[in-house]
């Protein structure tokens, strides 16, 4: 059996049919919206002096993994805990405080 969906956007200013949802962000929170082509350009034009005015933001989000210390190989740690009569689940994360064991042994 074959379904057809229709999805139908609704201006969300003034409830017409909508031609376009508009995503845009402001004090680090992103926001979107559904517009009609008149109230997506008066939303441009609003914008313009501030976007013209602005610096381009990286389009990378939150923050950026830094892995600053070098980490022994989990499966050493493992079998190095497992020896020593640490319980270590044999997949995921290991305890810190079997990472700070291994260390002082080491």
Same mark, same amino acid.
């Given at each position: 059996?074959?379904?057809?969906?229709?999805?139908?956007?609704?201006?969300?200013?003034?409830?017409?049919?909508?031609?376009?949802?508009?995503? @845009?962000?402001?004090?680090?929170? /992103?926001?979107?919206?559904?517009?009609?082509? $008149?109230? !997506?350009?008066?939303? %441009?034009?609003?914008?313009?002096?501030?976007?013209?005015?602005?610096?381009?933001?990286?389009?990378?989000?939150?923050?950026? @993994?830094?892995?600053?210390?070098? /980490?022994?190989?989990?499966?050493?740690?493992? $079998?190095? !805990?497992?020896?020593? %009569?640490?319980?270590?689940?044999?997949?995921?994360?290991?305890?810190?405080?079997?990472?700070?064991?291994?260390?002082?042994?080491?």
């Amino acid at each position: 059996m074959a379904q057809r969906v229709v999805v139908t956007l609704f201006d969300d200013i003034d409830g017409g049919e909508a031609a376009e949802t508009v995503v @845009f962000g402001l004090d680090g929170r /992103s926001y979107e919206i559904d517009l009609n082509q $008149a109230n !997506a350009e008066k939303l %441009r034009s609003a914008l313009a002096p501030y976007l013209e005015a602005g610096r381009k933001r990286s389009s990378r989000t939150g923050k950026a @993994f830094t892995h600053t210390d070098l /980490s022994p190989d989990p499966a050493a740690v493992r $079998a190095w !805990a497992r020896s020593n %009569r640490f319980e270590v689940p044999p997949r995921g994360r290991i305890p810190k405080r079997v990472y700070e064991a291994f260390a002082e042994a080491n």
